[in-house]
């Protein structure tokens, strides 16, 4: 089995439809792939629709926390998107995307760069307007070369000229929340330092007694000595280790399974999980 457990569409700030992701998660050869917009679930239903025989959805989302000044992300799997408190928490998080994306542009603008509000809502479309968004419109006026490029000191990195900060859940109600909803919860991409500042291993082994399930190793943002580091990590703490392609469409280059999860892994998240199951596809639409 082929399996990748973090993928992004437009409902967050991927380029592919919901539908477009699943087909062409069956067209690279996935078995699994799970669907993890940031802090929403808003493309389940298309993408559900959409799903062709072979290839099974699991339902996610990646939740924007911050521990001690620092950004991180949480993937949930197979939560009850409907579970009152965390939904509420979510939505306190998309709903202050806007006001922070806002304040980038005007911050960008203040910096001589010729961004608009405008832009930045084309380009996020219907989606849950983000950083990726901002770094696009850079992309688009020439200031960076590639959205990556944006992430840096000089622009939206965590503590960057242009950087913005906005509500993040504590990781510690992030697990929580999703435990209480019936899902399953993984460390996002933990050593991706290029990012900006990584949460301190003490800080992961505190989680990981407050319930986190697991760690994601296999990440476009991890160099070979990291990955063995945090496999190390993962099994002194007794965490599941993930791998993922982090998609984005043509956002990012990385490509639908570059990285993938084990099968036994994937078989012990869906008997953890229980506020939602696998969906099996059935031909789309």
């Not at 992300?73 to 709903?95: G, I």
């Not at 965590?158 to 929340?177: M, N, Q, S, W, Y």
């Amino acid at each position: 089995m082929r399996i990748d457990l973090h993928t992004h569409s437009t409902a967050s700030d991927g380029t592919d439809t919901p539908a477009e992701l699943v087909r062409n998660a069956a067209a690279a050869g996935l078995d699994v792939v799970a669907l993890t917009d940031h802090d929403t679930s808003r493309g389940y239903a298309e993408a559900i629709d959409a799903l062709p025989s072979g290839l099974t959805l699991v339902t996610g989302a990646e939740m924007s926390c911050r521990i001690d000044g620092v950004s991180m992300h949480m993937l949930a799997y197979l939560f009850d998107p409907e579970e009152p408190a965390l939904l509420a928490e979510r939505e306190l998080v998309r709903d202050d995307r806007v006001p922070r994306a806002r304040a980038m542009v005007g911050r960008l603008q203040e910096l001589g760069v010729p961004v608009t509000w405008e832009q930045v809502a084309r380009i996020a479309g219907e989606g849950s307007v983000g950083r990726p968004h901002v770094a696009t419109a850079l992309v688009e006026l020439g200031v960076v070369p590639t959205v990556n490029d944006a992430f840096t000191g000089e622009w939206l990195a965590d503590g960057g000229r242009a950087h913005v900060a906005k509500h993040e859940t504590d990781p510690f109600e992030a697990i929580r929340l999703v435990k209480a909803a019936g899902g399953v919860t993984v460390f996002a991409h933990p050593g991706a330092s290029k990012r900006g500042h990584t949460v301190p291993e003490a800080a992961i082994a505190e989680m990981a007694a407050a319930g986190l399930d697991g760690i994601e190793v296999e990440h476009m943002d991890h160099d070979a000595e990291t990955r063995v580091r945090l496999r190390g990590l993962a099994k002194e703490l007794g965490l599941l280790v993930t791998g993922s392609s982090d998609y984005h469409g043509s956002r990012k280059s990385v490509q639908l399974g570059e990285y993938t999860t084990d099968p036994e892994v994937y078989g012990e998240i869906t008997r953890r999980a229980t506020g939602a199951f696998p969906v099996p596809g059935a031909g789309g639409v």
